[in-house]
């Protein structure tokens, strides 16, 4: 079965950017879609179709998705930005695949 | 405004199935997927399923094939998770998305924590 790959944990200071990595195979030819989650709380949206933002989402938050790896960014990350972060691979050829989650710490 | 409010915490003992339900309000119920998701304690969110509101059709995640069962009442705009065969490692909280367009999960559910234990 498929399968997404992501780091455990990253850190940024407050004001840095912030990357998070999702890698799989091909993974540039599925939609990704990235969660954020905050504890005792239901993920949140915050980035679909490799690079789309919904709506009430911060214009810090981007995404990318090209070869094997995924990528959710935070510019000018705040403390308000820790959570842990997941993402979503799809395509019609396979079934829907969570990454292992990356806990983002704001030092 | 979009509302999915699941029902309440279950316990059950290894063996035994559970239902849990979704109820959804504030938009169109036949228009949109509803993916169920789960996380047991201190883990990482893992996929289990989707329907399709409007015709009933189904996909599952390789995991739970035979186990899981998706069902919709449309009279009620409620969709069902049932998972049966239970043992201690379906400890989670099970959550209800809907999706708006293809893996687009933008509104969830409070989520439904069951506990199996002996």
């Known amino acids: 079965s498929y399968e997404v790959t992501q780091p455990p944990s990253v850190s940024v200071s407050p004001g840095q950017t912030a990357t998070i990595t999702c890698s799989g195979d091909?993974?540039?030819?599925?939609?990704v879609s990235w969660f954020q989650q905050k504890p005792g709380q239901s993920p949140v949206l915050v980035i679909f179709?490799?690079?789309s933002r919904p709506s009430g989402i911060p214009e810090r938050f981007s995404g990318s998705n090209s070869g094997n790896t995924a990528t959710l960014t935070i510019s000018g990350t705040q403390a308000i930005d820790e959570a842990d972060f997941y993402c979503?691979?799809?395509?019609?050829?396979?079934?829907?695949?969570f990454g292992g989650g990356t806990k983002l710490t704001v030092l | 405004q979009v509302q999915l409010v699941q029902s309440g915490p279950e316990v059950k003992k290894p063996g035994a199935s559970v239902k849990a339900c979704c109820k959804a309000?504030?938009?169109?119920?036949?228009?949109?997927?509803v993916h169920w998701v789960r996380q047991a304690p201190g883990q990482g969110l893992e996929w289990m399923g989707v329907?399709?509101?409007?015709?009933?059709?189904?996909s599952y995640a390789q995991k739970f094939q035979g186990r899981v069962t998706l069902t919709r009442d449309t009279s009620t705009s409620a969709v069902y998770m049932e998972l049966s065969s239970l043992r201690s490692e379906d400890t989670a909280v099970y959550y209800c998305?809907?999706?708006?367009?293809?893996?687009?999960?933008?509104?969830w559910g409070q989520g439904t924590l069951v506990t199996v234990s002996s």
């Open positions: 309000s504030g938009y169109t119920f036949n228009k949109y997927y």
């Open positions: 979503l691979a799809w395509d019609s050829s396979t079934e829907w695949v």
């Open positions: 091909n993974l540039g030819n599925k939609d």
């Open positions: 179709e490799d690079s």
């Open positions: 998305a809907r999706d708006v367009d293809v893996g687009v999960l933008v509104d």
């Open positions: 329907i399709s509101p409007s015709g009933g059709s189904t």
